[in-house]
Structure formats: C-alpha cells, structure tokens
C-alpha cells in the first residue's frame, strides 16, 4: 500500500495527486491518499481531504512507501516512521494568495543527507515508483542526529496532538 500526503496547504496539490493516482494505476498499486485542499481526486487511490494526526501516523505505519510534498512535517513523519519516500517539491514564490514557497532547496538539502527520491516533475513518478517496488520497499532508517522529533512526538503523544485544521 502506498500513501499519498499532500498536508493542508490552501491550494492543495493537483499536480502531485493526479501523478500519484497514475502511477498507482499503471503499477497495479493500492493505497490512499490525503489530497486536502486539491481539486484533482483520484480514481485509483482511496483519499480523504485530511486525516487527524492519530489517523494520519496509523495509515503511515501501514504505508510501505509514502509519496508526499517537499514540506518538513510530512517529511518528519515518515522518516520517523522509517518509510522509503518520494517527495515532489512545491515550486513557486510565497504571494499573499499562495502562500506556500519553493520547497525545492530544503528536499535538495535532505535528499544530500537521506535516502529520499525527489520527483522534480509529475511524469517522473511513475518510474521512480517503479524502481523503488523493484526495490521491495525497503524499510529505511534516516540517520535524524537529533532526538529532538521524538521528544515533540512524545510529548503530543501524552498530552494530545492539536486539532487539525479544517
């Protein structure tokens, strides 16, 4: 199963569902993915708009891949979660009415360090996909340096994760 993450940016991210929809088509693949604001939906992947932190973590731990956008918290979770990945950067300069910037630096920077496949553009999927299922999935470890995620996550964890927007 592999799951698709967009977060909850304001605008969503087509681009990325409509890739991600399909690749899973065309390899066969199941999953689900969390399209939030986009207006694309998926006719081959199961999706919700937003999963709750709670849900969110479970369908991540059940993921044998997740394919997510260039944004840290996504990032964070399934590095945690020790999930191969796949990230599509936003790209763009942040505006008042889109205010989401050019997430490409940071993933670039990450990838540097860390097992992460970067999808500079929505055709490549497919076959990125397809090379990591060559792969068998392989569960990752990412070396974080820092425990500092795991002492917020268990913080949340024992007092209780914010409400996630609407």
Do not use: N
Request: proline fraction near 7%.
């Amino acid at each position: 199963m592999i799951l698709v993450a967009v977060g909850t940016y304001i605008h969503g991210f087509d681009e990325l569902v409509a890739a991600a929809d399909q690749a899973a088509a065309r390899l066969d693949l199941t999953g689900l993915a969390q399209i939030g604001h986009s207006r694309r939906l998926p006719r081959h992947l199961r999706w919700e708009r937003f999963l709750a932190p709670s849900v969110l973590a479970a369908r991540m731990a059940a993921a044998r891949i997740v394919i997510c956008h260039g944004g840290i918290g996504l990032l964070g979770e399934a590095m945690r979660a020790g999930k191969p990945i796949i990230a599509m950067p936003r790209r763009g300069r942040p505006s008042r009415s889109s205010p989401a910037g050019d997430q490409s630096a940071l993933l670039q920077r990450l990838a540097e360090r860390h097992p992460i496949r970067i999808c500079r553009h929505p055709d490549e999927l497919t076959s990125i996909l397809q090379a990591v299922a060559r792969c068998g999935f392989v569960p990752q470890r990412y070396d974080l340096g820092s425990d500092i995620p795991e002492i917020v996550a268990s913080f949340l964890d024992r007092h209780g994760r914010p409400s996630q927007p609407a």
